[in-house]
């Protein structure tokens, strides 16, 4: 059983920065595809990030491309969301998500596992 459990978030104004990250447990990481996505309230869930098992290929939303990096550890079982300025657009619950087909994907109905997500507010 795969754990994976964010951290990170916070509150910050606008223009400022943040890093989330996601430790993984119960599996080695360098066999699970990874995403981030983020639900605002009274919204959807929606895709933010995907990295390969690799790190080799990563996707974006086009909201958050060239502000958003996600990247990997996998020597130490932790994905990281890098965000940049923030907006509060982006004010969100941000979950971590693993897909052990290890091939990235932006529709949540692929990742098979789920943190229980760290809250990024961005005020104006």
């Known amino acids: 059983q795969v754990q994976l459990v964010e951290s990170g978030g916070g509150l910050v104004q606008a223009g400022a920065s943040l890093r989330l990250s996601c430790a993984v447990s119960?599996?080695?990481?360098?066999?699970?595809?990874m995403g981030w996505f983020r639900q605002a309230p009274g919204k959807e869930r929606e895709f933010v990030a995907a990295?390969?098992?690799?790190?080799?290929?990563?996707y974006y939303a086009d909201s958050v491309k060239g502000r958003f990096t996600i990247s990997r550890n996998n020597a130490e079982n932790t994905v990281y969301l890098q965000m940049i300025s923030l907006e509060p657009e982006d004010t969100a619950v941000y979950y971590c998500?693993?897909?052990?087909?290890?091939?990235?994907?932006?529709?949540?109905?692929?990742?098979?596992?789920w943190g229980q997500g760290t809250q990024v507010t961005v005020s104006s």
């Open positions: 119960g599996r080695t990481l360098g066999s699970l595809a």
């Open positions: 990295i390969s098992w690799s790190g080799g290929s990563t």
């Open positions: 998500a693993a897909d052990p087909f290890g091939s990235a994907e932006p529709g949540p109905q692929y990742y098979d596992y």
